[in-house]
């Protein structure tokens, strides 16, 4: 209804009003006024009333609006996670496929060689004597935290033969025991080292790790090594420690640098404290059977 038809209506209203008046009690003044406040009355209410149903049409359609921009809203936000979704699928496509063995590229003869799933567990030692008694203890627990996620990927087991003393050989790159006494068969030495006992830590290197000993007729690893940098694992956080710890392990496992983030093999420390989809395929593709083999090729 437009403005000008309501006025046009209560104007004929009002004409109506004042003719009845004058039918009923021609010689009432009073109640001609009377009539005429009533009609005014009337008029008044009627335009409250278009005015109330202009405003409950304008809601109305305010929350038609709100409606349309919620719905909009959800779509959008429904588009974008199906974008997501398509996103990390491809993501993680590509980071499954994405693991080499470290010996490919350097010692081709060695290539996928891999831990034997025997029953007995890996026994691993660590020197801690550059850290002190209470985060040593926190680093022996890190470094076990990191052991646990590749013997969940890989079913391997392995065992804490608690702190030893290492010899740690920069040109060599080895581990040795302080003491002398022969390695096991199979184990795994770790060591904290000094920023200034090695030339191969510093700048942006803050661990090193690989296989030490593989058969050379099963491409059985059966020891490794890593080594950290003090002064890094002491100033950095949990988060990064475990990312460190399980990225050189994962060296030890046989994995070389990976390209997708998704993989802990990816060279970069951060906050990813995952066994990624390639690093799981991978390792697990590098496994060997437990079997007797012949003489070790030691590195
Ligand atoms: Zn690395």
Not at 37 to 62: C, F, I, L
Not at 135 to 163: C, I, K, M, R, S
Not at 191 to 215: H, I, K, M, Y
Request: glycine share 6%; aromatic share 8%; proline share 5%.
């Amino acid at each position: 209804m437009t403005r000008t038809a309501t006025t046009r209506r209560i104007a004929a209203a009002l004409g109506a009003v004042a003719a009845v008046a004058l039918l009923a009690t021609p010689l009432a003044p009073a109640s001609s006024a009377s009539a005429g406040t009533d009609s005014s009355a009337y008029a008044m209410s009627a335009k409250a009333r278009s005015s109330e149903s202009k405003a409950a049409a304008a809601r109305a359609k305010a929350a038609e609006a709100k409606a349309a921009i919620a719905k909009a809203r959800a779509k959008a936000a429904a588009d974008q996670a199906a974008q997501v979704a398509v996103v990390q699928a491809a993501q993680v496509a590509a980071a499954s496929t994405d693991f080499s063995s470290i010996f490919a590229d350097q010692m081709p003869a060695f290539d996928n060689s891999g831990w034997a799933t025997c029953a007995a567990p890996i026994p691993w030692s660590v020197d801690v004597s550059n850290l002190d008694p209470a985060h040593a203890e926190t680093q022996v627990a890190n470094l076990q935290w990191a052991l646990d996620q590749w013997a969940q990927t890989t079913g391997l087991a392995f065992q804490y033969a608690g702190p030893a003393e290492f010899i740690y050989d920069d040109a060599t790159f080895t581990l040795t025991r302080e003491d002398g006494t022969p390695a096991p068969e199979r184990h795994i030495y770790l060591s904290f080292v000094n920023d200034e006992e090695s030339a191969r830590l510093g700048g942006g290197t803050v661990g090193l790790g690989g296989p030490s000993q593989v058969w050379q007729n099963t491409h059985e690893i059966t020891a490794g090594f890593a080594i950290f940098r003090t002064d890094h694992v002491e100033r950095a956080s949990q988060v990064e420690d475990r990312s460190l710890f399980l990225h050189e392990l994962g060296h030890v496992m046989g994995l070389a640098h990976a390209q997708e983030t998704l993989n802990i093999m990816y060279p970069v420390v951060s906050d990813h404290t995952e066994v990624g989809p390639g690093d799981a395929a991978g390792v697990r593709s590098m496994l060997k059977p437990c079997a007797e083999a012949a003489e070790p090729q030691t590195f």
